[in-house]
């Protein structure tokens, strides 16, 4: 496990990648493709980063860049279109901050580039596109890093970390309860339709199957769910059509080493002490925290008490309620890379994965029955 001074430790399993282009940079010069919700939290913690500067902005929408605008307090060059923004030569890096839909064609776009990017989860909205850019990217010298950014959450650091002592022995059982608010409200509501999405367990989960395969360390191979859209947004309607999204699931993943895993969705239950809960068991102990919160607890078999470990949120992150302050420590991690020319802790691969077991559980919902991986061509 890789840290640097101001870094959250990591914990990866991921495949390795072509190291990144070694490029001496202060600041990292940064253009934003996107810069509606998700772009104006990156521009925020990136304007407030010493080793970073945002000097463009793309996106299609007026509203949008004004709000990047505002983000960035300060002046910085705008753009309707992504392909003006990448035909500057005085950028860095891209983030890829756009909906979904949008991430397999942008994507194929900055590829060809020799600029590191960072594209926001989910990498693309459904496994065919995620292929494609695993073949794009493949040999390229850049860095490319997806935004899976829950893994930097301290407390979730945290947890693995102590997962790597071997405290728990064997790895058994990870389980990721989820209970939180409905979708927000999103630019031309486009997070109301799977079509745009790939889906909730797509969209909102990838970060959740991410971090089981971490936990995991090995691939998934079948997939098991039950969902439905039974609550939110039933009663809205956009241009004649009803959102079509799932509000609540159950996801059992079977791991290629034996470890199982299990997701507990609801978002209609903000009524709760905590967002998520995440508990991970082996055969010698067990794992627990939560989001809010910032400690581990770690327990041992025939031992009596539990342990608490502190983690908490960093003070140089100037923004904790970003997701806990991931988004932040993320781009600092990316930072470190870029200029030390080592892999993106957070590949192509990762990316993929996380996509994959959340079709498959939709295609579970779907079709009432196991689906397993290999029907993916993958595992």
């Not at 993106?344 to 990762?350: P, Q």
Request: charged share 25%; hydrophobic share 40%.
């Amino acid at each position: 496990m890789r840290s640097s001074g101001r870094a959250v430790g990591r914990y990866s399993v991921g495949s390795v990648t072509s190291p990144a282009t070694a490029r001496s940079l202060d600041p990292v010069r940064y253009g934003i493709i996107g810069s509606g919700m998700m772009g104006g939290e990156h521009i925020l913690d990136l304007v407030k980063n010493p080793d970073a500067c945002v000097v463009a902005l793309s996106d299609p929408v007026d509203t949008s860049l004004e709000w990047g605008v505002a983000c960035a307090g300060e002046p910085v060059a705008t753009y309707r279109d992504h392909r003006d923004l990448l035909a500057r030569d005085d950028l860095d890096a891209v983030v890829i901050a756009s909906p979904n839909f949008t991430h397999a064609a942008l994507l194929a776009d900055v590829l060809d580039t020799d600029l590191a990017v960072m594209v926001e989860k989910p990498m693309c909205t459904t496994v065919q596109d995620c292929l494609d850019v695993k073949r794009r990217a493949e040999g390229r010298s850049a860095l490319t890093w997806v935004g899976l950014e829950y893994r930097y959450i301290p407390v979730v650091s945290a947890l693995l970390e102590q997962l790597r002592t071997g405290v728990c022995g064997t790895t058994r059982m990870v389980s990721i309860r989820e209970h939180r608010f409905p979708f927000l409200v999103k630019v031309g509501d486009w997070n109301r339709f799977t079509e745009n999405t790939g889906g909730t367990l797509v969209e909102k989960c990838c970060h959740f199957f991410d971090l089981m395969r971490l936990v995991a360390g090995a691939e998934p191979t079948r997939v098991f769910a039950s969902g439905a859209q039974d609550v939110n947004h039933l009663t809205e309607v956009y241009d004649g059509r009803v959102p079509d999204i799932v509000d609540n699931a159950y996801v059992i993943v079977d791991f290629a080493n034996g470890v199982r895993g299990a997701l507990d969705l609801s978002m209609f239950a903000e009524g709760g002490r905590f967002e998520q809960e995440i508990t991970v068991v082996g055969d010698r102990g067990k794992l627990e925290t939560t989001f809010p919160g910032d400690e581990v607890f770690v327990g041992r078999r025939h031992t009596p008490g539990v342990v608490s470990v502190p983690a908490p949120t960093p003070v140089d992150v100037p923004y904790p309620e970003f997701h806990g302050g991931s988004s932040y420590i993320e781009h600092v991690r990316f930072i470190d890379c870029l200029r030390s020319a080592t892999v993106a802790e957070v590949t192509v691969d990762d990316g993929l994965w996380s996509v994959v077991m959340g079709a498959a559980a939709h295609r579970s919902i779907d079709e009432g029955r196991v689906v397993h991986i290999a029907e993916y061509g993958l595992g």
